[in-house]
């Protein structure tokens, strides 16, 4: 069974950064793709950015672009999300999700596993 834990989550002035993690466990097939999304208050998911271990590519939605880095930490079994230049719009609970797949997409409903998120709050 795979099972996902986020961490790094808190609240930040606009401008600032954050590092979230995703540990994973249980992953039993040789590819898998990562992917961040976050939820904000009356708002549908979102896809941030993926992760695609079978080849290492990554993704990431155009708001975020430029700002927010994916990346992946094998031996640990972590996936990142370092978040810099945050906004006020950048604010939600994170979620990382895991979908055994070549390559990556930011379709919510592709993934079967989820962590039960973080929460993130950009505000001064």
């Known amino acids: 069974q795979v099972h996902l834990v986020e961490s790094g989550g808190g609240l930040v002035q606009p401008g600032g950064s954050l590092r979230l993690s995703c540990a994973g466990s249980?992953?039993?097939?040789?590819?898998?793709?990562i992917g961040w999304f976050r939820q904000a208050p009356g708002k549908e998911r979102e896809g941030v950015s993926c992760?695609?271990?079978?080849?290492?590519?990554?993704y990431y939605t155009n708001s975020v672009k430029g700002r927010f880095t994916i990346s992946r930490d094998k031996d640990k079994s972590t996936v990142y999300l370092q978040m810099n230049s945050l906004k006020p719009e950048d604010t939600g609970v994170y979620y990382c999700?895991?979908?055994?797949?070549?390559?990556?997409?930011?379709?919510?409903?592709?993934?079967?596993?989820w962590g039960q998120g973080t929460p993130v709050t950009v505000s001064s």
């Open positions: 249980g992953f039993t097939l040789p590819y898998y793709a």
């Open positions: 999700a895991a979908e055994p797949i070549l390559g990556c997409g930011l379709t919510a409903s592709g993934y079967p596993y």
């Open positions: 992760f695609s271990s079978s080849d290492g590519s990554t």
